[in-house]
């Protein structure tokens, strides 16, 4: 690879992980108007109930800046009830109806054999839990933390049965009866929620309901390459909310939308309405220090007489982001496995990846497999980007002796210097326009490779159990900043320096000594990278010694 063309690749990759965290614009304000939901056949003293509620409700828009504050119990008490799915573990509270645990069967918390299943509810003993229901502007309701009859201790979904539910339910002291009913699948990660408000009372019941998700991070330690974020996906797109746009902003996110969800590149907690009129989202930062986000999810405002009741239908994914799985689950919910502006060519890339695995059992090999065969068809390009330097590094005493005698006269020299490249039917930008062309696919891997499942927990050999995680060999003592020793990385450098040595310079000593210091840069660079990511690139940096030498050899 050529020196200049290393040099840009390094900087443009320092400048793909600064655009990661400045690349999406936060979305408009929404611009939703009220609307009168009282009707003609209502008695007028139902009319008069429903203009002074009305008088006391904020708008619209009112209600996605300003969702109504929480103060949680310290500990849910109260009994539980246990969901068992094939796919999960899922752990309800009596005390608000609230889901306390949600622990994925086919997914460990580490690589430890003992590891428990993977929990997505990280949240502890501060009350804030998914599944909180309030009326927004009604909090006297007391529905949210109320004591929910459940319709059985335990619910197990069984492979063969088509679906089973869970009815909790509870009646405030207003007159409000609630009902939450749960209905979960056999094959999939999918499961619904059925609000039902029934009015017991005397009066009428106008207002709008408030479904709150609480998420604090999956994972224990935050890392940048695998940050905590909600992401929603419209008609205009997916949009992402890191944790400083939330705090910064409070974001009021307008519907309709299909589906939005706490994610990292692993996993999501998505919230899918089943009905797109009215509904919109509201994101709040409510802890900094635990990294706690409240996902504030608003129905339309509705009007219940006495004796009548109103329904509302939200469907859930809590789940692993799996290509296949999210296929199958349908919503578009693949697009929450996005690797920016090169999604076109990461995907293919993944599906390889994955069809090379199923032959293979090994995701190391399928990322050398996968270096190899890019390597192979990029073989022209930079065979003759090779050559092609080399062609330019011995017209290097010709180029110095025309610039030298022309160099009072920039317009002649460059005539001089384009006749000597006709002359030796040589191109000056022969040696970096291939390894340009590669550059894509480049970016596209190492979006890939450290957003993919399928590299979580995946053992390769040797000391490298988990092509997610930095390589680290246990030396019997800690390094400081690191642990253990990254020797993948370091035969990475250790390569890249002998691919910078054989690799022809273009005759500046200064530009030389820069570029051997690469070598350093990148391995600094990639110290705390994925091993799988290291590794794609230590295979890549041997082949292009070996060609590089076959090229040497044959000059």
């Not at 746009?245 to 939308?257: L, T, Y």
């Not at 859930?316 to 697009?335: C, H, M, Q, R, S």
Request: charged share 25%; hydrophobic share 40%; proline share 6%.
């Amino acid at each position: 690879m050529e020196k200049r063309t290393l040099l840009a690749f390094a900087l443009s990759l320092l400048v793909l992980l600064v655009w990661q965290s400045m690349f999406y614009k936060p979305p408009q304000k929404a611009k939703t108007k009220q609307k009168t939901e009282a009707t003609q056949k209502v008695k007028k003293k139902q009319k008069r109930e429903v203009k002074e509620t009305a008088k006391k409700a904020p708008t619209e828009k009112e209600k996605t800046i300003n969702p109504a504050p929480i103060t949680p119990p310290q500990k849910i008490t109260g009994k539980t009830v246990v969901v068992e799915t094939p796919n999960f573990r899922a752990v309800f509270s009596t005390k608000g109806g609230l889901l306390k645990s949600f622990k994925l069967k086919k997914y460990r918390e580490n690589i430890e054999k003992d590891s428990p299943p993977k929990e997505l509810v990280t949240i502890k003993d501060v009350g804030y839990y998914p599944f909180f229901t309030e009326l927004l502007n009604d909090s006297d309701a007391a529905i949210g933390y109320t004591e929910y009859k459940a319709s059985t201790d335990k619910l197990v979904v069984d492979p063969g049965t088509k679906e089973a539910k869970l009815v909790l339910s509870a009646e405030s002291p207003k007159g409000i009866k609630v009902i939450k009913t749960f209905t979960f699948y056999p094959d999939n990660y999918l499961f619904d929620m059925d609000v039902t408000l029934e009015n017991t009372g005397t009066k009428a019941l106008s207002d709008t309901l408030t479904i709150n998700m609480f998420n604090t991070p999956y994972e224990k330690k935050q890392s940048r390459l695998n940050a905590n974020r909600v992401a929603v996906l419209s008609k205009k797109g997916l949009h992402e909310y890191n944790e400083k746009k939330i705090r910064k902003s409070a974001p009021k996110i307008p519907g309709p939308f299909k589906w939005i969800g706490y994610e990292n590149n692993y996993f999501i907690s998505a919230m899918i309405p089943r009905s797109e009129n009215g509904y919109s989202v509201s994101l709040v930062m409510v802890d900094e220090n635990t990294h706690l986000v409240r996902t504030v999810f608003f129905t339309p405002r509705f009007f219940v007489k006495p004796g009548d009741k109103k329904d509302f239908d939200l469907r859930f994914f809590i789940g692993p982001k799996d290509l296949t799985v999210l296929k199958e689950a349908n919503y578009d919910l693949a697009k929450s496995v996005n690797f920016g502006w090169f999604d076109i060519i990461a995907k293919p890339l993944l599906w390889f990846m994955d069809y090379i695995y199923k032959y293979v059992h090994n995701y190391g090999i399928a990322i050398i497999i996968v270096t190899v065969v890019i390597k192979i068809l990029f073989w022209p390009l930079t065979h003759k980007s090779y050559e092609s330097m080399k062609t330019m590094k011995k017209l290097q005493p010709k180029m110095a002796a025309i610039r030298e005698k022309y160099k009072n006269d920039r317009e002649k020299m460059n005539q001089e210097l384009m006749n000597l490249y006709r002359t030796y039917k040589v191109n000056p930008v022969g040696g970096c326009l291939p390894m340009i062309l590669q550059i894509p696919v480049f970016f596209a891997l190492y979006r890939m490779l450290y957003g993919a499942i399928e590299l979580r927990h995946a053992p390769f050999c040797l000391w490298i159990n988990d092509l997610s995680a930095p390589d680290r060999l246990n030396i019997g003592f800690n390094i400081p900043y690191l642990g253990g020793l990254p020797v993948l990385t370091i035969l990475m450098g250790v390569s890249m320096f002998i691919q910078q040595k054989m690799t022809p310079t273009g005759g500046d000593p200064r530009q030389e000594k820069m570029m051997l210091l690469m070598p350093v840069v990148f391995t600094v660079f990639f110290v705390n990278f994925p091993s799988g990511l290291v590794l794609y690139w230590l295979v890549n940096n041997i082949l292009s010694i070996g060609q590089q030498y076959l090229i040497n050899k044959k000059a």
